[in-house]
């Protein structure tokens, strides 16, 4: 008797021919249902759509539960888990030796608005060209539950201890710190993270995306303003986002009315719809503002808050050579004896 033979599933691969397998990382050993799990997993997806070479990719983090998240997607990617709060000017110095690389930086809300804010500020006003994620959560998981910076005030901890500290709106703070591309999502959100990272890849300048996380160990419980919960039940989405990858063609009908659309760096477009049809993403002061209104009015607020296209990167700006100069030659980063001595002749 002769069986049929059955033809094997064609191998899905990306615009690089390369496989979803290709972007994966090591096994997470963080909590079961960690809102940080759910991060790595988009991250990994948005890479794999974007076709991004994972050897062109650098990987930064601070210290936390959420900084040794870099291990769990891209294992072919360069990584470096720098020190507590330590991660801007890490990232900072390696994109200035080689601005050819990409980066993405994952950092905690105890990492980034706590110990390591006054590096995060100037990390924003210089503009670096990365995407840097807060997986914020409003507790320190890494050290057992405390409240972290970005927790609201009047939320509980899970032994009942109330915080009474004003909380950081990071995203408030990154619009007026000088980022260019401002967002904010939920762990739970596939699509929309999906989509805002895909356009933050197409963003030359540094893009903040905030992305609430619960810890599902010390956060997650009644009286917490970062639980699955209070997330769901407070949202409140100001666009919703689209992204046509420079890759696939654009469709030219859409109604200019209600979606705001922008060609991005390389070419993609990111079309936002309208929710909130008086809200402006390119008006920093009204992104401020509603920030602030939603924040009074208990509400999480999500999407894309403020994108500026034309401001220089702090690569363009300090006017390097196009090379990396992680790799130029010795002789050409060394100035000669000559050139030295006539240097000193001119400053005597
Ligand atoms: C210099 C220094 N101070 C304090 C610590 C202790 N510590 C480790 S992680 C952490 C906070 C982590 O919180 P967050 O960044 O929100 O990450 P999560 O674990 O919540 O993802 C602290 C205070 C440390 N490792 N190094
Ligand atoms: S302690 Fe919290 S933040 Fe850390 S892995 Fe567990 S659920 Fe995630
Ligand atoms: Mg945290």
Redesign the pocket.
Known sequence: MSTTPVAPKPIKTNRIGLQILDYRGGKTTLCAGCG?NAISERITEAFYEMGIQPERVMKMS??????KSPAYFMSRSFSFNS??GRMPSVATGALLANKTMRSIGI??????AS?GMGQFVHLLRRNVPMIYII?D?G?????KGQF?ATADIGSKLKTGVVNDLPAIDICALAIQMGATFVGRSFSGDKKQLNTMLKAAMSHKGTVLLDVISP?VTFNDHEGSTKSYKYVQEHEEAVNEVGFVPFFEEIDVDYDAGSTYDVQMHDGSHMRLRKLHPDYDPTNRIGAVTALMQAHEQGEVLTGVFYLDTTKPSFTDMLNLVDEPLATLPESRVRPSRQILDQIMQKHQ
Do not use: K, Q
């Open positions: 940080h601070g210290i936390g539960c959420s900084s020190v507590h950092s905690g809300d105890g990492d980034t110990i997986e959560n507790v320190y998981g890494l050290t972290s810890c």
